[in-house]
């Protein structure tokens, strides 16, 4: 997954890739209202009455450019 932030007052823009194929794309809004990305988080948002459970992460990279492929 490779996710494209950039927060603008009125031509922002947010992307998503997975496995190298964009999966949903947003240009021309408002994305200054939600602010500046100051920190990044993956896993499981919320899980309930879960009595184990296992998240893997492989190949983190956060950057302010683009780094290319893992």
Same mark, same amino acid.
């Given at each position: 997954?490779?996710? #494209? %932030?950039?927060? @603008?007052? !009125?031509?922002? /823009? *947010?992307?998503? %890739?997975? @496995?190298? +194929? &964009? *999966?949903? !794309?947003?240009?021309?809004?408002?994305?200054? #209202?939600?602010? @500046? $990305?100051? &920190?990044?988080?993956?896993?499981? +948002?919320?899980? #309930?009455? +879960? +009595? #184990?459970? /296992?998240?893997?992460?492989?190949? $983190? /990279?956060? !950057?302010? /450019?683009?780094?290319?492929? *893992?």
């Amino acid at each position: 997954m490779e996710a #494209y %932030w950039l927060e @603008d007052g !009125s031509n922002g /823009k *947010a992307t998503l %890739w997975i @496995d190298g +194929a &964009q *999966a949903i !794309s947003i240009t021309g809004r408002n994305t200054g #209202y939600y602010g @500046d $990305v100051n &920190q990044v988080r993956f896993g499981i +948002a919320e899980v #309930y009455n +879960a +009595a #184990y459970t /296992k998240v893997y992460g492989d190949t $983190v /990279k956060v !950057s302010n /450019k683009y780094t290319g492929p *893992a």
